[in-house]
C-alpha cells in the first residue's frame, strides 16, 4: 500500500495482518494497492473481474469515500459516494464487460477522515487494510 499524501497521516504500523493507520482529523487521502498482475498465461491476455478489499475503520471518522479501478493509467471504474465505515469486511468491486489487462491493475482507495465536534481517541480516525486483490478472468 501506497500513500499519496503521507503528511495527513499521523501514523502507519504495516504487520502481518495489514496495514494499520491513523489519519490527521480534517483530512482526506489517497491509497494505492498496486497488485501484481499476470498479463498473458498461455498465450492469452487475462480479463480484470473484480478486485477485492478488506478493511475495517476505528469509526465514522475514517471513511472510506471512492474506489478507482485501474490498468495503468486507464481508469476501468470508479465506485463514487460510498461512505464505507466501520467492519467493512471483505468487499467485491465488480469491473464491467471484464476488460482484458493490458499493463497492470492499481485500486485506488479515496479516504476522509472528516472533523470531529468532540475530542476522540486516535483509533476513532484509523484505518486497517487486511487485504486488497484481484479476480483475474481467463
Not at 498482475?37 to 475514517?62: E, Q, W
Amino acid at each position: 500500500m501506497q500513500i499519496e499524501f503521507p503528511d495527513n497521516i499521523k501514523s502507519v504500523r504495516r504487520a502481518g495482518g495489514g496495514t494499520y493507520i491513523v489519519g490527521k482529523e480534517g483530512t482526506t487521502n489517497v491509497f494505492h494497492f498496486p497488485i501484481p498482475t499476470p498479463v498473458i498465461i498461455n498465450d492469452h491476455r487475462l480479463r480484470v473481474g473484480s478486485v477485492l478489499l478488506k478493511c475495517v475503520t476505528g469509526s465514522n471518522h475514517a471513511a472510506i469515500n471512492t474506489v478507482n479501478i485501474n490498468d495503468g493509467k486507464v481508469l476501468l471504474k470508479s465506485y463514487d459516494n460510498l461512505n464505507l465505515i466501520g467492519n467493512i469486511g471483505l468487499k467485491r468491486f465488480d469491473v464491467p464487460n471484464s476488460p482484458e489487462v493490458q499493463l497492470g491493475v492499481d485500486i485506488v482507495v479515496h479516504v476522509s477522515f472528516p472533523p470531529a465536534m468532540e475530542i476522540h481517541p486516535d483509533d476513532a480516525f484509523s484505518m486497517t487494510f487486511e487485504a486488497a486483490g484481484c479476480d483475474f478472468l481467463p
